[in-house]
Nanobody
Framework: QVQLVESGGGLVQPGGSLRLSCAASGIIFSTATMGWFRQAPGKQRELVASISSGGSTNYVDSVKGRFTISRDNFKNTVYLQMNSLKPEDTAVYYC????????????WGQGTQVTVSS
């Protein structure tokens, strides 16, 4: 059974930082592409960042230079370091398992809420 458990969200002021974590189980983590998605109120879910099994990363333009995705294959965990946060980053963030950066499996965790507000 696949489990994805996200954590690390919270309320932060604009310009602040947060580090999200996603612990995965039930998969061969080291061979999986991992991604962070987010869904803001009234908007569609979007891919924010992905990291391949080999460590190649991709980011949506709106977070380039501010967010960094990384992985620890020993801990079966993927991270999203978010710096210089903006109010438009407010969303529920989810991690996801993929076959590639364009082919995502339909497993979801509970998500973690990120709110950027003064």
């Amino acid at each position: 059974q696949v489990q994805l458990v996200e954590s690390g969200g919270g309320l932060v002021q604009p310009g602040g930082s947060l580090r999200l974590s996603c612990a995965a189980s039930g998969i061969i983590f080291s061979t999986a592409t991992m991604g962070w998605f987010r869904q803001a109120p009234g908007k569609q879910r979007e891919l924010v960042a992905s990291i391949s099994s080999g460590g190649s990363t991709n980011y949506v333009d709106s977070v380039k230079g501010r967010f960094t995705i990384s992985r620890d294959n020993f801990k079966n965990t993927v991270y999203l370091q978010m710096n210089s946060l903006k109010p438009e980053d407010t969303a529920v963030y989810y991690c996801r398992v993929g076959l590639s950066s364009t082919a995502w499996l339909d497993w979801w965790g509970q998500g973690t809420q990120v709110t950027v507000s003064s």
